[in-house]
């Protein structure tokens, strides 16, 4: 990661591609495109399988290319766009095609591994690349480290810690870090029992008390998994030590990151808990637009608390933390294997209490097979995130 060149001339609407176009994270694209007209250009946008949401979307940004993943939503997609002048496609080299199109800067904004394709496509093509997708580098992290630094790519980080964390650096060394934090909400059940938390229904996990998200990272969030990742992307965004990684749960989600140097300084990025503001950073780096959200307001706030995170009722983060340090394949087979377990939670197949058994138990199997060296290559990656995701898939099963 590094920071980013202005990318155009004056003037000139910088031209953006959304991978995700149509998802929460689009959506707030979305909200700070429009309002900053004149500032922003959409070339392309991609989504999964709702064609009619994509077409909307493809219309209302005037984008010149939509690309969907799924056949099934492809008439829809063609459909919605009749009589307007936007090239459509469909499949996996639709997608790529789109990551690949001419731009200043890509918003990878696809849920899960499945956007490390799309995504290592526009790093191929050394774009500046506004990364929500923390399952990228999750998934692949040392590959993809090294193809962003070998095509000249750089990755912003959009996730709001990440990008709390990056604006705090200012363009100083990671290495000078001697504490990097993480906060968490602490999700819907920060208060519930162990018993309770295990038996928690669908509409309880999504009902998140701070953020709106689509329902994988909602899930996440509620079991402190998405924490676990996200210091995983951490440590490959920032090239910073597993060791010197920490997770705060703070409550009121004002503060998301902070850096602590030798001498005691530690510098926090703050703002209220709407990812228009992380967007916003992201689309107008290194110029700054308005997002459409207030500064915090800290005497309406009057108070702001942390707590160190109960890995006893929260086992998800300690798994992460585990395959964090352990290295090599584990955080490729623990994002695979969660994510296998959040499709079957939200498919009401295991109970929330399961989430974290499902990827202790497919890391274990893995462990025990020796299935989990270092993926030296995205192939190598994809390798042990498809057995992984066979494992877990099989003990659902
Ligand atoms: N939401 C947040 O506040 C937030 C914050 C930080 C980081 N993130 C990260 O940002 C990413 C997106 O999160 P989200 O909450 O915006 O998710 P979301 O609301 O579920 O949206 C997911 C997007 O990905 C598309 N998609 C799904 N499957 C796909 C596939 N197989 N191929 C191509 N596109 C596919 C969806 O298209 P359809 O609509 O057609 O299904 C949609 O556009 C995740 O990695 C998440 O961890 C999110």
């Known amino acids: 990661m590094k920071n980013s060149s202005r990318a155009t001339s004056a003037g000139a609407p910088k031209r953006l591609v959304l991978l995700g176009a149509t998802g929460s994270i689009g959506k707030s694209c979305a909200r700070v495109i429009l309002d900053n007209p004149g500032r922003f250009c959409v070339e392309a946008v991609v989504g999964g399988r709702d064609g009619a949401a994509l077409a909307r979307c493809a219309i209302e940004l005037g984008a010149k290319f939509a690309a969907i993943a799924d056949a099934s939503g492809y008439a829809d997609l063609k459909a919605g766009l009749a009589g307007h002048r936007i090239e459509v496609a469909c499949g996996p080299q639709a997608l790529e095609a789109a990551a690949r199109w ?3 800067l890509v918003v990878s904004a696809i849920v899960g591994a499945v956007g490390l394709g799309p995504t290592y496509a526009a790093i191929e093509a050394g774009r ?15 590959p993809v480290t090294r193809a962003v630094k070998r095509h000249g790519a750089t990755l912003l980080p959009l996730d709001s810690e990440h990008n709390a964390i990056f604006q705090a650096l200012g363009g100083r060394d990671p290495s000078e870090v001697v504490c990097m934090t993480i906060t968490a909400s602490g999700g819907p059940f920060r208060e519930w029992s162990a018993q309770r938390i295990a038996k928690a229904t669908r509409a309880e996990a999504l009902a998140h008390p701070k953020w709106s998200m689509g329902p994988k990272i909602s899930v996440d969030s509620a079991s402190l998994m998405n924490k676990g ?19 705060v749960v703070h409550p009121q989600s004002i503060v998301h990151g902070l850096i602590a140097f030798a001498d005691g300084s530690t510098l926090a990025g703050l703002a209220n808990p709407d990812m228009r503001t992380a967007v916003a950073h992201c689309l107008a780096h290194p110029d700054r637009v308005a997002s459409g959200v ?15 995170a109960d890995l006893d009722r929260f086992p998800a983060l300690r798994i992460a933390r585990e395959a964090l340090a352990e290295g090599k394949g584990a955080p490729t087979a623990l994002n695979a294997a969660n994510e296998i377990a959040v499709a079957g939670f939200l498919d009401g197949r295991i109970a929330f209490g399961a ?36 494992r877990a898939a099989a003990l659902l099963a």
């Open 102 to 104: 001419p731009a200043d």
């Open 128 to 142: 500046v690349i506004a990364l929500a997708n923390k399952e990228t580098l999750v998934c692949a992290g040392a």
């Open 229 to 247: 990742l996200e210091l995983i992307e951490a440590h490959h965004l920032f090239a910073i030590p597993a060791e010197k990684l920490a997770v």
């Open 294 to 308: 207030a500064a915090p307001d800290l005497i309406a706030l009057s108070k702001l608390t942390f707590e160190a």
């Open 355 to 390: 989430l974290p058994q499902v990827v202790e138990r497919t890391l274990d199997a893995m462990r025990g097979a020796g299935e989990i060296d270092m993926p030296e290559s995205i192939e190598a990656a994809l390798a042990i995130h498809h057995a992984a995701r066979d």
